[in-house]
């Protein structure tokens, strides 16, 4: 099952579940032309892994893999719905793409053991961690670099765990060109282990999402791209580039 948010015709918020028939709700059947998709998670906070696949952490050169998942935080300001506008902030180049798989929580999550964390995860959907490199690089905790305005799109829906492959793959296209592709079983750390660590310290809330790392191929957007994630069960998430037009 797929589950999505969008903005019916009329401009009101709803939910249904997407099918090769439209998206349905208990009242009727909307067609996904005629509506606007919303987030399909709404998070408290983002919850990121840092150097999730080897490769990535070659070419970046951090060569050992690190005893327990390096993570940051993304916060609610920086999500982009399906179909969204992803900002360039002005005076920063570059700014890259990063195609993640996504793992949105059900319920609250606190100190739980790793065979137990699938059950509170609500399904899997696709992220893209959009990083301000140049203050990236000066920055220990990666603020600005990583929790700027309109920096994570997510969606378009959140897929339940079944439809998901364990070696789902998961694939980024900038103007239909692959940048980057791998698989959900090339993670170092397992999507339970993942959630098992975060949750001994920080507590998961209903919707939060944790986004599980990037592969091999970070590469910069430009205003004018469409860059979309693509993850095996969940679908596309699509989203143009433009460069904002305020100083910051």
């Not at 860059?227 to 989203?239: D, I, Q, R, S």
């Amino acid at each position: 099952m797929r589950t999505v948010r969008f903005s019916d015709p009329a401009g009101q918020p709803r939910s249904g579940t997407w099918t090769d028939d439209g998206i349905v709700t208990p009242a009727t059947t909307y067609d996904p032309a005629a509506v606007t998709l919303l987030p399909p998670a709404q998070p408290t906070k983002i919850v990121c892994q840092a150097g999730g696949y080897a490769d990535h952490r070659l070419e970046s050169g951090r060569e050992e893999r690190p005893d327990r998942p390096e993570l940051f935080l993304k916060t609610p300001n920086c999500v982009v719905a399906p179909g969204g506008t992803i900002e360039l902030p002005p005076n920063r180049s570059p700014i890259e793409y990063e195609a993640e798989i996504g793992v949105v929580i059900d319920e609250q999550c606190r100190s739980v053991d790793e065979s137990a964390a699938m059950s509170y995860v609500a399904g899997f959907t696709c992220v893209n961690d959009i990083s301000n490199r140049p203050d990236q690089r000066e920055e220990r905790n990666w603020v600005r670099g990583k929790a700027f305005d309109a920096s994570c799109p997510i969606g378009p829906v959140v897929a339940s765990p079944d439809d998901v492959p364990a070696d789902a793959t998961l694939e980024l296209r900038v103007n239909g060109t692959t940048e980057q592709q791998s698989s959900r079983d090339n993670l170092l750390f397992s999507i339970p282990e993942l959630i098992a660590e975060i949750s001994a310290l920080i507590t998961l809330e209903p919707g939060d999402v944790v986004a599980t790392g990037t592969p091999f191929g970070p590469g910069e957007l430009t205003a004018g791209d469409t860059v979309a994630v693509e993850v095996e069960g969940v679908g596309v998430l699509e989203n143009t580039v433009k460069r904002a037009d305020h100083d910051r």
